[in-house]
């Protein structure tokens, strides 16, 4: 299984912009997932490797930009226009690679980071 070490969260201002990093420990598909109190995991994010497919859900596509840095095996979750609907626990997980696509289902993600708090205030 992938190491993974997440950073980056904190507290924000509504409109204003957070960028999370999430380091593995070798190559892998990436996703980023959220969850709020009282919600399920939900998917966000997610990118292969090394990098040609990207996928958003639709809450966040204009807003976020996921990237990563091959040479660093570093994914990063650029947020801008962050809403109070964004608070959540941030976390990044890893499934391999070579699949072709981006999964959005949490069963298929093997690793998972030990998630980051993003809080959005008004």
């Known amino acids: 299984q992938a190491l993974l070490v997440e950073s980056g969260g904190g507290l924000v201002q509504a409109g204003g912009s957070l960028r999370l990093s999430c380091k593995a420990s070798?190559?892998?598909?990436m996703g980023w997932f959220r969850q709020a109190p009282g919600n399920e995991r939900e998917f966000v994010a997610g990118i292969s490797w090394p990098g040609k497919v990207v996928s958003y859900t639709d809450a966040v596509k204009g807003r976020f930009t996921i990237s990563r840095d091959n040479a660093q095996n570093t994914v990063y979750l650029q947020m801008n226009s962050l809403n109070s609907e964004d608070t959540a626990v941030y976390y990044c997980a890893a499934r391999g690679y070579g699949f072709g696509y981006v999964s959005r289902s949490p069963a298929d993600y093997l690793s998972w980071g030990q998630g980051t708090q993003v809080t959005v205030s008004l």
């Open positions: 070798t190559r892998y598909d």
